[in-house]
């Protein structure tokens, strides 16, 4: 089946893996597993820079105008279309040119990411850092309590796990009623385990 023409043009794409698309389908909305880091103040902060880890998580969904692009967002073989428009009315969505943050030199222009931002955010690594060291420094204080020192620890227990916070979704979920439908990609019909399932699917738009 040849890919249907889209009316709205103004659509995002996401890939996805078929696993995370059944979960989803079955959900009916995206949990928001990825994250970028944002600086509170400057608009945009070198990996390499000493400010990089001062930079808070913020949640939501890598997109991009160009389907081509979606293609190769983790390799995934489906390709969803969002209503941009319908998205904007409850998610904030901003531009990204990771070629441009990896290196100053770079032209900030040609976006080819648009980041789809679902309001959760963690704190930055050096907050969890001296977090930390400030606990320790508490429970280091003469005539503590064995509340206030149990107290410390396990806030202190919390600030070393801080890691684990940046692989739980954080944030809203993205409802599919914003999806327009979805492609799968030609090139890897062969690997797709629910083939009858996904061809037969009121929002199949084709093979691309």
């Not at 969803?80 to 100053?104: M, T």
Request: proline share 4%.
């Amino acid at each position: 089946m040849l890919a249907k023409p889209l009316k709205n043009k103004n659509i995002l794409f996401h890939g996805l893996s078929e696993d995370r698309f059944s979960h989803a389908l079955a959900d009916g909305f995206l949990k928001p597993y990825t994250s970028h880091r944002i600086h509170k103040i400057l608009p945009i902060v070198w990996r390499k820079d000493a400010e990089y880890d001062n930079c808070q998580y913020h949640f939501g969904w890598s997109m991009t105008r160009n389907i081509d692009v979606a293609k190769r967002f983790g390799g995934a073989p489906i390709i969803l279309a969002f209503d941009k428009d319908k998205i904007s009315h409850n998610f904030k969505i901003s531009p990204v040119d990771w070629n441009a943050q990896r290196s100053p030199d770079m032209l900030l222009e040609n976006e080819q990411e648009e980041f789809v931002f679902s309001g959760g955010v963690v704190e930055s690594t050096n907050y969890f850092k001296k977090k930390a060291e400030k606990l320790l420094e508490l429970m280091e204080s003469p005539n503590l309590s064995n509340q206030e020192e149990n107290a410390y620890y396990e806030e202190y227990e919390k600030c070393l796990e801080y890691k684990s916070l940046y692989r739980i979704p954080q944030g809203k979920n993205l409802s599919l009623r914003y999806l327009v439908g979805f492609y799968l990609e030609e090139e890897l019909k062969d690997l797709y385990w629910n083939i009858t399932f996904l061809e037969n699917h009121e929002l199949f738009l084709g093979y691309v």
